[in-house]
């Protein structure tokens, strides 16, 4: 059974900064990686789909990498500002629908 | 870009009510549709699978007559939920997809309260 885990699960940093967010799943047999971003009570916003053949998708000052063989994703925002506050959800796709992380919870204080 | 509208996105309704949430592909055929629950600080769960005209697959532990869905057609799927408790309050979210492709696109949710 696919599982996907996020850490760190918040993430609290100075506007300006760059960094990282981690994502890892258990079952490497993958169609895609998604990443997405979820405001409070809202949908789901789609940033950035990586197929199991690319190593990274870029969009902006997003940048995701997906590593398949080990497990792991990433992404990467470049220059936070406040309005990159939200929940960034991690999901992956195999022979099952989307199987989604519990995110990690973003606060960029201006 | 696709579009997925999901109505009401804020719902309150008593215990033992029913609610039909509706989520309606605006811009492409949606032949599958799928149903997703999430609960504060956790992660989004799949309930079901719905293709156009068929009837919809139930994850493990959805009670499928609690959870009534609908797709009746391809551009619309509902979600009702029956008898509901308090412990049904949660958010409720849809996405679609069309035939072979491999991205689903998301509606903004229901907020359920049940009180």
């Known amino acids: 059974k696919q599982e996907v ?20 799943f258990t079952d490497s047999a993958i169609y895609n990686l998604q990443w997405f971003r979820q405001d409070p009570g809202k949908g789901l916003t ?15 000052r997003l940048n995701a990498s997906l590593d398949k063989s080990s497990g792991r994703s990433t992404l990467y925002i470049a220059a936070s500002q406040p309005g ?10 195999g022979n099952t629908p989307l199987v989604f992380g519990k995110g990690t919870r973003l606060s960029v204080i201006a | 870009g696709a579009v997925v509208s999901q109505h009401p996105s804020r719902v ?3 215990s033992g009510t029913s609610v039909k949430i509706e989520c309606r592909s605006l811009d492409f055929q ?3 549709m799928f149903w997703y ?46 008898s509901a408790h308090p412990e049904d309050s949660s958010f409720y979210i849809c996405s679609a997809k069309q035939g072979g492709g491999t991205e689903a696109f ?6 359920l309260t049940v009180v």
């Open chain 1, 46 to 60: 789609s940033l950035l789909l990586i197929q199991s053949s690319q190593r990274e998708q870029t969009s902006g």
């Open chain 2, 30 to 32: 949606a032949t599958t």
């Open chain 2, 37 to 82: 629950r999430q609960f504060p600080k956790q992660s989004l769960m799949l309930m079901a699978t719905s293709n156009e005209g068929s009837k919809a697959t139930y994850e493990q532990g959805v009670e499928k007559d609690k959870f009534l869905i609908n797709h009746a057609s391809l551009t619309l799927s509902t979600l009702t939920v029956t």
């Open chain 1, 84 to 93: 990159d506050s939200a929940t960034y959800l991690c999901a992956v796709r």
């Open chain 1, 5 to 24: 885990t996020q850490i760190p699960a918040a993430l609290s940093v100075p506007e300006g900064e760059n960094l990282v967010l981690n994502c890892s």
């Open chain 2, 106 to 111: 998301f509606g903004q949710g229901t907020r």
């Open chain 2, 12 to 14: 309150i309704c008593k």
